[in-house]
């Protein structure tokens, strides 16, 4: 106040001096523009529609589709909704992200660590591999698996057949300068003694045997589920018990009893209810089993191969990046080099990798909208592609497909943190 | 008293000689004892060994040997005709050239497409090299006077050229507009957005935060699809956009919000007595960051951002599926021409294209590399 009683004449100019009055006249007149531009772009967007006589809104979901769709997970025929249609590329987005994302995993875990391996010739392998994938574009690589390799493919009667069969057979032709003791037969005779490989690659797709669905299947596969579940109870327990008493259990050999031993003896008990149908070739095509459209292989091959060269890179950084003293320290207290893996070097490697692992996942999960440009029917492709020619309704459907990527990606995001608040170092 | 008991020291009484990387004949018996050293290493040498044999070997015979170096139609490249097994039929792309570098860009205009590949060069190469002067200048004239060069020269309708509509463009000449338009549009517009997400001003930040992440969160193919179908509904009605520039806007505001990203990396990394040091010079706002901050954030993030630009060029073939030709386009629209319709047409196409992508991608990781090592000397973090 008393300044103000001394320079009298600078009173109506004190206020815009005052930092918080600034601030806030400066975001009053950010929001007045954002809202004014705003506005504007919904008078322009309601008077476009209006002159080109679009109707507005989501009533075209309920609307019959009249296109058909060759990949479905659901039930689904020409002139069920659009609603339906969303659901249908939805659970494809799903599939193919999923399928990818544990390929992804592999691969980019086995390259990671081959990178790291001492032998010279592996690493620069691996090394080679990453560089020649990351430098050269998604797009590119999906063409290239789609056109110039499933393009090639041989026509179902000349399928490549998969398995171990066929690998025998063609051992067999390979060393028949051996036949004189017997060699080729024996692998011949092996080979017809496992059956046709049932696995087959042809230019309409991958074909794969279909499990068949029996009621002694289903039960063996109830007694698979209960066997996990008191696994993981098992390892709880145990670790309790442990931490309490010091006592341990073989929770590893009792696991593996209660996971693979329970089912198995229930298979043979009931007389191997669980039998694989393989798939025969009838005229031109095959009958059984489970087609995979040519889409789907060269989608999955391309993508996995993709992210698992970025996999690889975070897979290596977070193992170089657990100090060497850890290691060494673990060992000086006594622990098996097993066991300082397990409960040393690993968790603080995870630490690190989870994270940027995430965002490879979510990579994986938006780049499989590059299935448009091959026309493999996910979410974008059904919807922003044939729903929107045919509707015109192009505000709501783009909305709608730009809602679901950012809300994955939103429910990714909350998720890591919730991750990272729970992993975080506990510093002094 | 420490030379009383000199074996009980702790600190080594003679300083130990640094490890030198071995060279020549030492060197590679480094290798070699990494390649044969126990029985395990063996077996994964000569299994890698097989692999590496499995893919080179018939990825150059298809380059080299086999190849077809010239001809003049998709006769010469049938293995039927020629009467050997037949790898890339480079006269394919050889009639082809043109068109996958300009495009359907007039054939009697493409001197104009040359110059502008040429004046690019050349501003574009001492920009890169640390040691060349003049970098201010240098830095002006590719980020403001080139791309008004590039504009007149490209479309034309001014100084007597004739007028070239954006739909004819295609091939490298799209792929190269749109990775260099992305990158330099998006930067400033990146800068802003990263300060916005830096600023003090909740209402700032947080809009500012709204608009990274959801450019963030979505692919970038539906952007291309929102700046395709939707952006023309949100203009005037009396307003046409190019679609061209339709992309451009959707592609610059992609790589903007990743670019912020970086950027705001850099920013974070700048310690507090830096703006205390502009504060105490009496420097406001925009000057603090404009000549103390963003100068130096920018220099931290330089193999950041190159990384940013090598997957903003990767990331042009999407265009394709908007129906714009990049190089990718082209080549695939040209593996329907039925005068060059053999069984290695596709595969000639895809190992063209491969070269071209991998060579720039690989050379920008390079120079990123480069510049990381040579930046780290005076980086203290």
């Known amino acids: 106040m008393a300044a103000e009683s001394q320079h009298p004449g600078r009173r109506p100019l004190a206020a815009f001096y005052d930092p918080k009055i600034r601030a806030t006249a400066y975001q009053l007149v950010f929001l007045l523009v954002v809202a004014w531009g705003c506005y504007q772009v919904a008078l322009n967007v309601s008077a476009n529609l209006e002159n080109q006589r679009i109707a507005t809104g989501f009533g075209f979901l309920t609307e019959p589709a009249g296109f058909a769709i060759n990949q479905t997970l659901i039930a689904y025929r020409e002139g069920d909704s659009y609603a339906r249609v969303f659901l249908v590329g939805l659970l494809n987005t799903l599939l193919v992200a999923g399928v990818g994302i544990i390929f992804a995993t592999v691969i980019g875990f086995l390259v990671g660590i081959a990178r790291l391996s001492p032998n010279w010739l592996l690493a620069r392998l691996a090394t080679g591999y990453v560089e020649l994938i990351r430098n050269l574009p998604l797009l590119f690589q999906i063409m290239f698996w789609y056109l110039a390799v499933l393009g090639a493919l041989p026509h179902p009667r000349q399928s490549l057949s998969f398995g171990f069969a066929p690998l025998l057979q063609g051992l067999a032709e390979k060393l028949s300068a051996l036949e004189g003791i017997g060699v080729p037969a024996l692998l011949n005779s092996v080979a017809e003694w496992l059956g046709p490989p049932g696995v087959y690659l042809n230019n309409r797709g991958l074909i794969l045997p279909e499990p068949a669905v029996t009621t002694g299947g289903m039960v063996v596969l109830a007694i698979f589920a209960a066997g996990v579940v008191a696994a993981l109870w098992l390892r709880r327990w145990s670790r309790r018990r442990q931490d309490a008493t010091g006592r341990r259990f073989p929770v590893g050999r009792a696991a593996l009893l209660l996971v693979v031993g329970l089912p198995l003896a229930a298979s043979l008990f009931l007389g191997a209810p669980l039998s694989m149908q393989a798939p025969e070739l009838r005229g031109f095509n095959f009958v059984g089993g489970v087609r995979l459209l040519p889409e789907f292989v060269a989608l999955v091959i391309a993508l996995s191969t993709y992210t698992a060269a970025f996999i690889a890179e975070v897979v290596r950084a977070g193992i170089l990046a657990v100090p060497r003293g850890q290691s060494e320290a673990a060992a000086a207290l006594g622990l098996r080099r097993g066991h300082a893996l397990r409960l040393i070097v690993v968790p603080q490697a995870l630490r690190i990798i989870v994270p940027p692992l995430t965002n490879q996942y979510l990579n994986l999960t938006k780049n499989s909208t590059l299935a448009a440009a091959i026309g493999y029917p996910d979410l974008f492709s059904v919807f922003a592609g044939s729903a929107l020619n045919i509707t015109g309704q192009a505000i709501e459907i783009i909305a709608i497909i730009m809602a679901v990527y950012l809300a994955i990606s939103l429910l990714t995001s909350v998720g890591m943190s919730w991750y990272n608040a729970r992993i975080q170092l506990a510093e002094r | ?381």
Request: aromatic share 14%.
């Open chain 2, 1 to 381: 008293m420490s030379s009383a008991a000199p074996e009980r020291s702790y600190v080594s009484p003679a300083p130990i000689a640094p490890r030198v990387r071995p060279r020549g004949a030492a060197r590679w018996r480094t290798v070699l004892s990494r390649l044969f050293a126990g029985p395990l290493n063996i077996v994964v040498t000569l299994l890698s060994a097989a692999v590496l044999a499995t893919l080179l070997w018939p990825t150059l015979r298809f380059l080299v040997w086999d190849a077809v170096w010239d001809g003049a139609s998709r006769v010469d490249c049938l293995e039927e005709a020629v009467g050997r097994p037949i790898g890339a039929c480079w006269p394919f792309i050889a009639a082809r050239f043109d068109q996958f570098m300009y495009g359907f860009y007039p054939e009697f205009q493409r001197w104009r497409v040359n110059t502008v590949y040429w004046a690019g060069l050349l501003l574009l190469i001492p920009l890169l090299i640390p040691s060349a002067p003049f970098k201010r200048l240098n830095a002006l004239g590719f980020f403001v006077v080139y791309p008004a060069f590039a504009y007149v020269m490209l479309v034309g309708g001014r100084f007597g050229l004739p007028f070239v509509e954006t739909r004819v463009w295609g091939g490298m000449l799209i792929t190269l507009v749109l990775t260099y338009v992305g990158i330099v549009a998006s930067l400033p517009l990146a800068i802003l957005l990263a300060l916005g997400r830096r600023s003090n001003l909740p209402i700032i930040s947080s809009m500012t935060i709204v608009f990274i992440e959801f450019w963030r969160g979505v692919p970038l193919i539906t952007v291309l699809f929102f700046a395709t179908y939707m952006l023309p509904f949100f203009l005037p009605g009396d307003w046409s956009i190019d679609a061209l520039v339709r992309v451009l806007i959707g592609v610059t505001l992609f790589s903007a919000a990743y670019l912020a990203e970086v950027i705001r990396g850099g920013l974070q990394a700048i310690p507090r007595g830096q703006f205390e040091g502009a504060a105490a010079l009496g420097l406001g706002y925009w000057k603090t960051m404009g000549l103390v901050v963003v100068p130096q954030a920018l220099k931290h993030v330089i193999p950041g951002l190159v990384n940013s630009f090598i997957a903003l060029f990767k990331d042009t073939t999407l265009v394709l599926i908007v129906s714009i030709f990049d190089l990718l386009g082209q080549i695939r629209s040209a593996f329907a021409d039925p005068n060059w319709a053999t069984p290695v047409t596709v595969l000639t196409g895809f190992a063209f294209a491969g070269i071209i992508y991998f060579v720039v991608s690989f050379a920008m990781s390079r120079y990123a590399l480069f510049m990381e090592r040579r930046l780290n000397t005076d980086i203290r973090l």
